[in-house]
Nanobody, 124 residues
Framework: QVQLVESGGGLVQAGDSLRLSCTAS????????IGWFRQAPGKEREFVAA????????YYADSVKGRFTISRDNAKNTVYLHMNGLKPEDTAVYSC?????????????????WGQGTQVTVSS
């Protein structure tokens, strides 16, 4: 059974840090690009960050560049999103997704496997 399970969300104050995890099972994790997306209430899902299959390449949305870091551990079938300097506008449900291609992309339609998401709430 193919699964992506996110964890690590929570309620924090502005300026705090969180580390989200995305653990995969049921497919060859190291063959997939992994992306993080987020969706705030009343808004469309938006791209946050993506990482290549080896972990050597990463790409970030401008809104999180310099504050968030994506990394992966293929031995643990896990991708991480380290979030520093959190702002109230980062409040959203964060989901990870897998893409069986080489290129890093920002479109939700390019990703075929999705997790259920984890809530991140940042208070001011």
């Amino acid at each position: 059974q193919v699964q992506l399970v996110e964890s690590g969300g929570g309620l924090v104050q502005a300026g705090d840090s969180l580390r989200l995890s995305c653990t995969a099972s049921g497919f060859t994790f190291s063959s997939y690009v992994i992306g993080w997306f987020r969706q705030a209430p009343g808004k469309e899902r938006e791209f946050v960050a993506a990482i290549s299959r080896s972990g050597g390449d990463t790409y970030y949305a401008d809104s999180v560049k310099g504050r968030f870091t994506i990394s992966r551990d293929n031995a643990k079938n896990t991708v991480y999103l380290h979030m520093n300097g959190l702002k109230p506008e980062d409040t959203a449900v964060y989901s990870c997704a897998a893409r069986p291609r080489i290129a890093l992309t920002t479109s939700t339609t390019d990703y075929s496997k999705w997790g259920q998401g984890t809530q991140v709430t940042v208070s001011s």
